[in-house]
């Protein structure tokens, strides 16, 4: 079965504009979690996903940063007004439930110039 | 400040010596698990221990569990090119979801 997929694979944009990540996770995984690795860092957890619960969002660095997840499956990242320092990694994991494995996406390497 | 520090952050060696990865902590975590990362990929799962003084093994790599459940290593016997990347730990807390990392320890095998 296909594993989790992230689009795109590469993003460069300028500072003050806005992006969005994609991310399909492992069909019938009901937990999603957006992670962000940045140079010399380990991961760093943004926001979670699980079922029609309500998000966890106490990860994400600031009210620039929200994410979406529309029909339990697909979520998006998006990430408005981007500074150079949004600059990273952005990984998107999936588990069948909250304790479960998780299994993680390529990421989406977002550059800001 | 990373909940979980891990050392060293890297690791060159020869192809066939041994190498030892620690991952240290102050806090408890009911489970701590391992990954690889190669370049352009994500975090791929290779262990989860978690009972305290567990030791598990997977063919060339050996992996323990603190007694008091605060601290891991990773053990690579006779390395190889194909265990070059960059090893990660990370820990869960008790009724938690959310993974502590630690920020890795890059490591290289020489042929």
């Known amino acids: 079965g296909a594993g989790v997929s992230q689009s795109p694979s590469n993003k460069v944009t300028e500072k003050g504009k806005d992006v969005e990540l994609r991310c399909d996770p492992i069909s019938g995984h009901t937990a999603l979690y957006w992670y962000r690795q940045s140079l010399g860092q380990g991961l760093e957890f943004l926001i979670y996903?699980?079922?029609?619960?309500?998000?966890?969002k106490s990860g994400l660095p600031s009210d620039r940063f929200s994410a979406e997840r529309t029909g339990g499956s697909v979520s998006t990242l998006t990430i408005q007004r981007t500074q150079q320092e949004d600059s990273a990694v952005y990984l998107c994991?999936?588990?069948?439930?909250?304790?479960?494995?998780?299994?993680f996406g390529p990421g989406t390497r977002l550059t800001v110039l | 400040t990373q909940l979980l520090e891990q050392s060293p952050q890297f690791l060159s060696i020869q192809e066939g010596e041994n190498l030892t990865v620690y991952c240290n902590s102050s806090s408890v975590f009911s489970s701590l698990q391992w990954y690889r990362q190669e370049p352009g990929e994500g975090p791929v799962l290779l262990v989860t221990v978690v009972t305290g003084g567990e030791v598990k093994k997977l063919k060339r790599l050996t992996f323990q569990f603190g007694d008091a459940r605060k601290d891991s290593s990773l053990h690579i016997t006779a390395a190889q090119p194909g265990d070059t990347g960059l090893y990660l730990c990370?820990?869960?807390?008790?009724?938690?979801?959310?993974?502590?990392f630690g920020a890795g320890t890059t490591v290289t095998v020489r042929a």
């Open positions: 996903f699980q079922g029609n619960s309500a998000p966890d």
């Open positions: 990370a820990g869960l807390g008790s009724n938690d979801y959310k993974l502590s």
């Open positions: 994991a999936s588990s069948f439930d909250s304790y479960n494995e998780q299994f």
